[in-house]
């Protein structure tokens, strides 16, 4: 059932698109306004609430999903699936070689500087592989479609509504997460939204956060900063305490103790983390890199409450 009073009179799109981001161009979105919002969502009182649930939501989803575990492991695979799905929901139905092709993904991929073909060769076979997705060939052409399978966005479904679980505590949507999630077309929508920002404003949620960006850039490195950011907390001194034991998270993630111990060290190096106790028991975040965090979840709540109520509204 869809939510009523203060939604209803919710304006149709977020104060950071100009225009209609169905018809997305290199106006639409406005990136000082975007992050004049992303810092006001930091004074919200369930500021921290949401974000703690954001990335306890993920570190769940992982950890009880496997296929999505397996599925998204890095920024290339997120990226990859979402050229996917943007290319197939906005294909031309009156052209039936338009949507989702290998060439149409590796330009792409080539034009936002984000890998080689054999890059995304690679993970359209494991793709494949793993069932979600199916290759349709075109009739009296040698198009062949990529097309998004129901193992495939039944996964996505879960990653989306751990998202969206946290989002609505702090940004009013339409419905619920799980009646959102529920619906397919929602990820089509949302996904074809950050490609658009991509191609159109070279804009990725990331962009003002490098380190966020290296613990992305690591396989199961998003998990291990999930970790960081839902453990966090800050001491009667001042100091920001967080707890990912490489033990635990290697058996909860299905990933080797040495990937998280590698991962963590790189932070160390950089000066993201100050100290590590033995078996990663107790980590100590540096003031700077605990405040980037909060900056970076803030502007992915923001940027998810919005796109979302947008998408609803174009869905509906």
Request: charged share 20%; hydrophobic share 40%.
């Amino acid at each position: 059932m869809r939510h009523t009073s203060e939604f209803d009179s919710a304006p149709a799109l977020p104060p950071w698109l100009r225009n209609c981001p169905s018809s997305w161009n290199a106006e639409t979105l406005d990136r000082d306004t975007l992050r004049t919002c992303a810092r006001a969502m930091r004074q919200h009182p369930r500021f921290d609430q949401a974000q703690r649930r954001f990335a306890g939501n993920m570190l769940e989803a992982f950890e009880n999903h496997q296929p999505l575990n397996r599925l998204l492991r890095g920024e290339n695979e997120l990226a990859f699936l979402a050229f996917v799905l943007s290319l197939h929901h906005g294909r031309d139905s009156t052209d039936p070689e338009s949507g989702a092709t290998y060439s149409r993904v590796i330009e792409l991929f080539g034009l936002l500087k984000l890998g080689s073909p054999t890059l995304v060769k690679a993970l359209l076979a494991l793709t494949r592989l793993r069932g979600q997705l199916q290759i349709e060939p075109v009739i009296g052409s040698r198009t062949k479609l990529l097309i998004p399978t129901e193992k495939l966005l039944n996964t996505l479904q879960v990653w989306l509504h751990a998202n969206l679980g946290a989002v609505e505590l702090i940004v009013p949507l339409p419905e619920t997460a799980t009646e959102l999630a529920a619906r397919p077309e929602m990820l089509y929508q949302i996904f074809s939204y950050a490609v658009s920002a991509y191609v159109h404003n070279q804009f990725f949620l990331s962009e003002d956060f490098p380190p966020v960006r290296a613990f992305m850039a690591r396989n199961h490195g998003y998990l291990i900063l999930m970790a960081l950011i839902a453990s966090a907390e800050r001491t009667p001194d001042g100091r920001v305490i967080a707890s990912t034991p490489s033990a635990e998270l290697a058996r909860r993630l299905s990933v080797s103790r040495g990937t998280v111990r590698n991962m963590l060290n790189q932070a160390q190096h950089h000066g993201w983390v100050a100290s590590i106790s033995r078996g990663s028991y107790e980590v100590q975040l540096s003031p700077e890199f605990a405040e980037l965090c909060n900056d970076w979840m803030s502007m992915e709540l923001t940027w998810m409450g919005g796109v979302a109520g947008t998408a609803w509204e174009a869905l509906r």
